[in-house]
């Protein structure tokens, strides 16, 4: 018999559906049974393609003996951090604040009847091991304390609560300078992982932000050490592994410090940031391997993730109740395929792509090359190891519509687009469809399931990545109407979640701050103030004193550990050198082709100007005939 859940929209939800838990979704009728009934709220938060979610799935929320006790003495609540970001966010601080260190996925909340949280935990096994309480066991203490109204637990639940709640602090701003860019390349260089590229060891994540902002600093001053951190990194992760050399595409991170393992989820937003990198990094370096895994990021996204110009939000890692089946091969398997395409050494081939009789996971091989150049009969070896998994089964897909990753994917076409025009034109239909999908009766919304009205209002991440997506879009375009849209919107995210320079992250079931740090992706605090600049300098300079007083109140932090903050910090470092916006008419600035190093640059069409003119915000500087003179022209005005 299903539970409550089957009547929710959300794939991760429906997951839930036959536990025999009793599940509720987020709702007021929950939190008011556990209130009648003096019970204790068990508050459970992961999301689809989440591998350590399926694990607890199944080893405590189908276990029928845990069912039956938690049932009786609690109210289940699930939520899908997806969805609900704001629900997220508020119960990751609750964990940071009693556990002293960052949260994740499945996240364990227990709360009294009142909804006041005590404690929480990230994966719970089903019975205590390992020096780690179980669920079993922890519950029964739990309802226990609650039943007889325990003086202790209800008081420190008083005092957590407390904590918890929206404070107005008083903001010690230092002065932003241009100390902030040595402080954040000697904090990378310390982080760097000289042998494998990077910036950790296991598990390892991309940091896309940190690589963006070091590619600014480089273009600034053409810093070789940083050079090589950006080129060994990009090429490292390129190789295979965390990135899917058969379908194309990157996953969420990687199990070690070479890049080979990974946890096999596929995410929307790292494929589009990391497609947006490569991208980037394809045009000003006029690198030809960088533009083809931009390419192939792009093509798995739109041949795998995408139905009526829309993105989903995630694949799975398993599939038939493996992870990572779907994508790694028996030896056997590989060195058939090397036979088909006629490789005479197949040992030696095998070799090049990490092949062998025993495997690098688990007895099966994960494809990942020795060298970036990739050989010439590695297409043919592609297509056979793709005919291969087009046998099986596919992990599951999330086919959630979430607004601001698909505009963060929407950004990555029109940047891939500048190299390749089919790229744009999809990020031109797909931004259309996200405009009249996701804005509707004057409200922006934060997500749905494909085809499914959205119900959930949209999130300060929504609306800054959203009007990132638009600016992109006039970049590539000159379409006038994506910067009136980009006023819009930003216009309703001032109005909404702006105050005296702090910036909310959400207002509703939970009033969040906007974090400074780039956790999963870049922070929406970030890209708001780069839309503010942006809009600034095209538009009106009084969106550039918002970005300013928004760095302002974040200053202190910024300047002292700015590499915990890599967007805020490429945004302080925009402001420090000043943009630059290239006028001329839109023939001269999209049909010819010019290269600027200068990082901070926009275009602004202006059909009255038949030369290129360089200008800051509040004059120009200089003028020319000829594009090839732009570069030298604006490192002129610095």
């Not at 838990?21 to 068990?42: M, N, Q, S, V």
């Amino acid at each position: 018999m299903s539970n409550r859940l089957s009547l929710e929209d959300s794939p991760y939800l429906q997951q839930h559906k036959n536990n025999p838990l009793d599940w509720y979704p987020w709702c007021d009728k929950a939190f008011e049974k556990a209130r009648t009934e003096h019970k204790g709220i068990f508050i459970s938060i992961g999301y689809s393609s989440c591998h350590w979610c399926h694990v607890m799935e199944h080893e405590v929320f189908e276990n029928t003996e845990i069912a039956a006790f938690v049932n009786q003495h609690f109210v289940c609540i699930k939520v899908d951090r997806e969805e609900r970001p704001d629900i997220d966010k508020h119960y990751q601080e609750l964990h940071n604040l009693l556990n002293r260190r960052s949260g994740g996925w499945p996240l364990s909340v227990f709360c009294t009847p009142e909804n006041k949280p005590f404690y929480a935990a990230t994966y719970i096994p089903p019975y205590s091991r390992d020096r780690m309480m179980g669920f079993s066991e922890l519950t029964a203490i739990i309802a226990e304390k609650i039943a007889q109204n325990d003086e202790k637990l209800f008081q420190n639940a008083d005092e957590i609560t407390g904590y918890l709640r929206p404070k107005n602090e008083s903001v010690q701003a230092a002065v932003l300078n241009d100390k902030i860019i040595t402080q954040f390349t000697l904090q990378a260089q310390h982080n760097y992982d000289e042998t494998n590229g990077g910036f950790s060891k296991s598990p390892k994540f991309p940091h896309v932000s940190t690589l963006q902002t070091l590619m600014h600093i480089e273009r600034l001053g053409s810093d070789e050490k940083v050079k090589n951190i950006l080129f060994h990194t990009l090429d490292s992760m390129s190789l295979g592994g965390m990135y899917d050399l058969i379908d194309g595409g990157f996953c969420r991170y990687s199990t070690d410090e070479a890049w080979l393992v990974p946890h096999f989820e596929k995410m929307t937003y790292d494929n589009a940031l990391l497609c947006q990198l490569y991208a980037k990094a394809a045009i000003h370096y006029q690198n030809d391997r960088y533009l083809r895994i931009a390419r192939e990021c792009a093509d798995f996204m739109m041949d795998f993730m995408m139905e009526d110009d829309l993105f989903y939000s995630a694949s799975d890692a398993d599939s038939e109740g493996e992870e990572g089946k779907y994508f790694v091969y028996s030896y056997e398997e590989i060195t058939q395929a090397l036979k088909a395409c006629g490789v005479a050494d197949i040992d030696q081939a095998a070799m090049m792509i990490g092949a062998s009789a025993e495997g690098n996971f688990e007895a099966h091989c994960i494809i990942r090359l020795s060298d970036n150049e990739r050989p010439e009969w590695f297409e043919a070896l592609k297509s056979q190891l793709r005919a291969l998994r087009q046998t099986r089964t596919y992990p599951f897909i999330d086919k959630k519509v979430i607004t601001a990753w698909n505009a963060m994917m929407i950004k990555a076409l029109f940047v891939l687009g500048k190299a390749d025009s089919r790229y744009q034109a999809q990020a031109i239909r797909s931004l259309e469809k996200l405009k009249t999908t996701m804005f509707l009766d004057e409200r922006l919304k934060h997500s749905a399931l494909i085809h499914k009205t959205p119900k959930i209002d949209a999130f300060l991440e929504d609306y800054a990545y959203l009007c990132s997506a638009l600016i992109e879009g006039y970049q590539s375009t000159l379409d006038e109407s994506y910067l009136i849209d980009a006023q819009r919107f930003a216009h309703k995210a001032l109005e909404l979640f702006y105050e005296e320079g702090k910036w909310y992250f959400s207002r509703g079931a939970f009033t969040t701050a906007a974090e400074m740090d780039d956790g999963t992706y870049p922070s929406a605090l970030g890209i708001m103030v780069n839309v503010l600049l942006g809009l600034g300098i095209l538009i009106d300079p009084k969106y550039t004193r918002f970005g300013f007083k928004s760095l302002e109140y974040v200053s202190l932090n910024l300047m002292k550990t700015p590499i915990y903050y890599p967007t805020l910090a490429a945004e302080a470092i925009t402001h420090l050198k000043g943009l630059r916006v290239i006028k001329s008419s839109s023939e001269n600035l999209l049909e010819n082709d010019f290269h600027v190093t200068y990082p901070f640059v926009l275009l602004k069409n202006d059909e009255t100007l038949q030369e290129y003119t360089v200008c800051g915000e509040n004059s120009c500087f200089a003028a020319t005939k000829k594009g090839e003179e732009l570069d030298e022209l604006i490192t002129s005005t610095l």
